[in-house]
T-cell receptor, first 114, second 113 residues
Framework: AQSVAQPEDQVNVAEGNPLTVKCTYS??????LFWYVQYPNRGLQFLLK??????LVKGSYGFEAEFNKSQTSFHLKKPSALVSDSALYFC????????????FGTGTRLKVLA | DAGITQSPRHKVTETGTPVTLRCHQT?????MYWYRQDPGHGLRLIHY???????DKGEVSDGYSVSRSKTEDFLLTLESATSSQTSVYFC????????????FGPGTRLTVL
C-alpha cells in the first residue's frame, strides 16, 4: 500500500534560520509528490510538486523540496524562515495505481519564533 | 483560487439528521474530491469523482454518499449524521494531465451534536 509519513507533529525554528519539514513515502514505481500549506481557518494551498526531472524543486514563497529516491524522502526546506511561514504543512503522494487519488500525511505544524 | 466554492461554510446539526454539503467549481475540471480533516489524521479521502456520474470510494467512505449529476457540482451527503462525523470537510479539484495538482476549496466546518 502506498503511504506517506510526516514524522514530526511540530517543528519550531527561529526567524531567519533555515527550516526543514520532513516527509518520507512508500510507493511502487516513480512517485508524484506534493507539499501543501494550510494557514489558520483556510483551505490547503499548493506549494510545490515533484513528478520528474531535477531532484530539487522550487515552489511558492521561497520554499523548495529535495527528492531523494534512495532515502524515499521529500523534505521541504527554506533557507531563512519568516514568522509568516507559521502554518500547518502537508506532504502528499499520488496513488500510482491508475487513479487520481492522493494520500496525505498527518501534517506538521511549523512555528517560527520571532 | 481555482474557482471552488463550498456551501454551507458552517453547519451545526443534530445526530440522526441528513446533511448535504455542496462543492461547486467554475472551470469544468473532471476530477473532484471530498476530504475530511481531523487532528492527528491529516486529510482523509471520503469519495472522489472522475466524471459526471462516475464516483469512487476513498478510505473513509462509510456513512457518506456522493452524487455528481453535472460537471460543476459534487455533493456529499451524510444520510444520518453521527457525532464522529464532526469535522472540517474540504472539496478539491484536480487539473490533471500535465498539471496534476489538486486545488482546495475553503472548507465546511460541520458539528454534529
Amino acid at each position: 500500500a502506498q503511504s506517506v509519513a510526516q514524522p514530526e507533529d511540530q517543528v519550531n525554528v527561529a526567524e531567519g534560520n533555515p527550516l526543514t519539514v520532513k516527509c518520507t513515502y512508500s510507493v511502487s514505481g516513480n512517485p508524484y509528490l506534493f507539499w501543501y500549506v494550510q494557514y489558520p481557518n483556510r483551505g490547503l494551498q499548493f506549494l510545490l510538486k515533484y513528478i520528474t526531472g531535477d531532484n530539487l524543486v522550487k515552489g511558492s514563497y521561497g520554499f523548495e523540496a529535495e527528492f531523494n529516491k534512495s532515502q524515499t524522502s521529500f523534505h521541504l526546506k527554506k533557507p531563512s524562515a519568516l514568522v509568516s511561514d507559521s502554518a500547518l504543512y502537508f506532504c502528499a503522494v499520488r496513488d500510482m495505481g491508475g487513479t487520481y487519488k492522493y494520500i496525505f500525511g498527518t501534517g506538521t505544524r511549523l512555528k517560527v519564533l520571532a | 483560487d481555482a474557482g471552488i466554492t463550498q456551501s454551507p461554510r458552517h453547519k451545526v446539526t443534530e445526530t440522526g439528521t441528513p446533511v448535504t454539503l455542496r462543492c461547486h467549481q467554475t472551470e469544468n475540471h473532471r476530477y473532484m474530491y471530498w476530504y475530511r480533516q481531523d487532528p492527528g489524521h491529516g486529510l482523509r479521502l471520503i469519495h472522489y469523482s472522475y466524471g459526471v456520474k462516475d464516483t469512487d470510494k476513498g478510505e473513509v467512505s462509510d456513512g457518506y454518499s456522493v452524487s455528481r449529476s453535472k460537471t460543476e457540482d459534487f455533493l456529499l451527503t451524510l444520510e444520518s449524521a453521527t457525532s464522529s462525523q464532526t469535522s472540517v470537510y474540504f472539496c478539491a479539484i484536480n487539473l490533471a494531465g500535465a498539471e496534476d495538482t489538486q486545488y482546495f476549496g475553503p472548507g465546511t466546518r460541520l458539528t454534529v451534536l
